[in-house]
């Protein structure tokens, strides 16, 4: 008994069928009893159109509604045939009616009842789902499912027909067909698997290690209760079976790879092997024995987890059988990318884009970098175009800092310098740290996170601070400045593209070659020491970096608080001591003029920032209009107020307090708590 697709017309191993759930009909119908006329047996099913296939009826021993008739017979309406009604303790007292028709030739289940009781065997389908001779002259051709409403509508007719039931059931899909398959009788070629001890152990102890390691519990479950493997297809779509038999003596079988030496007088098997028995054969069948011996066994194999029992385990099998070895240390399990509904992408659903189309629109790096980005270990990925978006924005990002610094001239030859300000000290801390997370990620295998640390320290730390900040040392008159700057660069850029390669591999391999980084490809670039020298990283030096960055965020968002826009100049003092280089941070903040003054008397109503740097003061009379901005915050405070009463008389409410969700009344008392924090805010600036 295989599983037959009848839209191919081949067998199917178990992991080829699909269990889907399908909105189904429960037929109630009658078989008389022959020994006592007038009598019935009522049978639930969901394939009435089987029924001229059956050859007996079945109860369980032990159930006491129908211990009476064991022994007798049954009538089968159509074909008019008596069958036996026969006893097993397989059959479900729960299910139906407690009563089975038994049909060995269309269900697992019933093809062992028959074969335990003697039952005879009779086909009623041809080989592509339609009803062939044996199941009357007016069903001879109808399809299977025609044919099931015909035979319900004939037991209607007779009599027979006691109800129909709506029946949520799990039917069997064809993976490849995608037609519900047909437990069916055939000779096929079965293959008892090899080496499931050795397999079980080699996952189980890690010497091959699946991650994550989730995947072991299901991968165990399935190897447990593993059944033999039909490996025949009737599809040429795969290696024809390496089986002659002689055309005089059919008892005479050659099984080899190569032909018997007398062909003439064999004739090869018609089927074709199972394409997955072909994949777990690869290393063998593609390699010869230098080359296996050079990649054979890998440290790593990369798949979805869906294939673990049609590639993964087998190959596991296969290389125990003939290498008696592992064949790979780890198998990393990729997620499967879904929709944002959570639905796996079809064709037949029409949710799942064209990957040439994201290439054209966001470039092959965007796409691959944007997908890294959302894919966490081992889980599926909800697919948002606006991801593989940020990854195009990354390229772009990535692109423009290199001509930009094209722009300040050529390569500066040499290592990094001894002397070097604390916005290059920070940057290159930043990039040790990037590294070692990097580092940690490979070794954990955790790419998302190694894709999302260079993200924030390319697209943070580098171009939105440092080369913000490297603008004032590259104007500088001092050429050695300039310099020492042009050499942080270079060194930095030089590992951010070694770092980005195995994500971006495109428009990385473009700019090494345009920077003119190496003479050759930079996927055969050695990696070399990827972090700079901790003797340059001064602590103090790094702190003061940070703190300019720190305060610059502050000040911005005092400049945003009053509606200043970010490329207007706007007056600054610090009240610092003055033997510090702000020039830096007068820049970042935008300020204009900006002065230095450890005395300043700031006048009442001047908007100041309390930075790590020191307070800093921006007196915006003739900038700002204050009357208007005044006016303006009056408002903001009064619908303020007005939310803040609508909460409070809720919360005063015991009704509403005592009733309503723990979680609704936390939110509301935050929302009281947030309320007051803005209010007080508003009305401090208003004083200001």
Not at 42 to 63: K, Q, S
Not at 472 to 496: I, M, P
Not at 521 to 538: E, H, P, Y
Not at 644 to 664: D, E, G, I, W, Y
Request: glycine fraction near 6%; charge should be negative.
């Amino acid at each position: 008994m295989v599983n037959w697709d009848p839209l191919y017309q081949t067998a199917l191993s178990d992991e080829e069928v699909i269990p889907v759930s399908t909105a189904g009909v429960l037929y109630f119908m009658r078989y008389e009893v022959v020994e006592n006329p007038g009598t019935f047996l009522e049978i639930a099913t969901t394939r009435p159109e089987t029924l001229m296939g059956d050859t007996g009826v079945a109860v369980n021993p032990t159930d006491s509604r129908y211990s009476r008739f064991i022994g007798k017979h049954c009538w089968r309406p159509f074909p008019r045939a008596k069958i036996p009604i026969v006893a097993d303790e397989e059959i479900d007292t729960e299910f139906g009616t407690g009563v089975l028709k038994v049909t060995p030739a269309h269900d697992k289940l019933d093809f062992q009842i028959g074969q335990r009781h003697g039952l005879e065997i009779v086909d009623v389908l041809n080989p592509d789902g339609t009803m062939n001779t044996l199941a009357g002259e007016e069903f001879v051709g109808l399809d299977r499912f025609e044919a099931r409403k015909r035979t319900a509508e004939k037991l209607g007719e007779l009599g027979l027909l006691v109800r129909e039931e709506a029946y949520q059931n799990n039917v069997g899909y064809s993976e490849r067909g995608n037609v519900p398959i047909e437990p069916r009788l055939s000779e096929q070629w079965f293959l008892r698997y090899p080496r499931i001890r050795e397999t079980i152990e080699a996952v189980s102890s890690s010497q091959t290690r699946f991650r994550p390691d989730r995947w072991i519990k299901t991968f165990e479950h399935w190897i447990e209760n593993i059944q033999d493997w039909c490996i025949s297809r009737q599809l040429w779509w795969g290696h024809r079976i390496p089986v002659w038999y002689h055309k005089n003596d059919p008892d005479r079988v050659h099984v080899d790879i190569d032909p018997p030496a007398d062909p003439e007088n064999w004739d090869q098997d018609e089927d074709v092997l199972d394409t997955w028995f072909s994949s777990w054969l690869w290393p063998f069948a593609t390699m010869d024995e230098p080359t296996r011996k050079k990649f054979y066994p890998t440290q790593d194999l990369v798949t979805a987890p869906d294939i673990i029992f049609f590639w993964v385990a087998r190959m596991i099998m296969a290389s125990f059988e003939y290498q008696g070895k592992i064949p790979f240390e780890n198998v990393f399990f990729t997620g499967l990318i879904r929709d944002l509904q959570g639905r796996k992408m079809s064709k037949s659903l029409g949710n799942s884009p064209d990957p040439l189309d994201l290439i054209t629109r966001y470039g092959a790096d965007g796409l691959r970098f944007g997908l890294m980005r959302i894919a966490p270990q081992g889980q599926d990925i909800r697919f948002d175009e606006k991801q593989i978006e940020e990854g195009r924005n990354f390229a772009n990002k990535l692109w423009n800092a290199c001509r930009f610094r094209q722009l300040q001239g050529p390569l500066v030859e040499g290592v990094l310098p001894e002397k070097i300000s604390a916005f290059s000290a920070c940057v290159l801390d930043c990039l040790n740290r990037t590294v070692e997370r990097v580092e940690n990620g490979y070794a954990n295998y955790a790419f998302t996170e190694v894709a999302q640390s260079l993200y924030e320290f390319f697209w943070s730390d580098f171009c939105d601070w440092y080369l913000e900040a490297a603008k004032t040392e590259l104007q500088s008159s001092d050429s050695a400045v300039v310099d020492n700057c042009l050499k942080v660069l270079d060194f930095v850029l030089v590992r951010v593209l070694k770092l980005l390669h195995p994500f971006m591999p495109h428009i990385t391999e473009e700019l090494w070659r345009r920077m003119g980084f190496g003479s050759g490809s930079i996927q055969f670039a050695d990696l070399g020491n990827l972090r700079a020298d901790n003797r340059l990283l001064v602590p103090c030096e790094i702190l003061l970096a940070k703190q300019t960055y720190e305060a610059t965020t502050i000040v911005r968002n005092l400049r945003a608080e009053y509606r200043i826009p970010s490329n207007k100049k706007v007056r600054m003092v610090l009240r610092a001591p003055a033997r510090n280089d702000f020039r830096v941070f007068a820049r970042l903040v935008n300020a204009g003029p900006f002065e230095v003054d450890p005395d300043f008397a700031a006048g009442r109503g001047i908007p100041f920032a309390l930075t790590p740097l020191g307070q800093v003061f921006m007196p915006i009379e003739g900038i700002v209009d204050l009357a208007a901005e005044r006016e303006r915050i009056a408002k903001e405070i009064a619908k303020l107020e007005a939310e803040l009463a609508t909460v409070r008389a809720k919360l005063a409410n015991q009704s509403f307090v005592q009733r309503a969700p723990s979680a609704v009344v936390a939110e509301h008392r935050q929302r009281e708590i947030n309320f007051l924090r803005k209010l007080e805010q508003l009305r401090e600036r208003t004083d200001r």
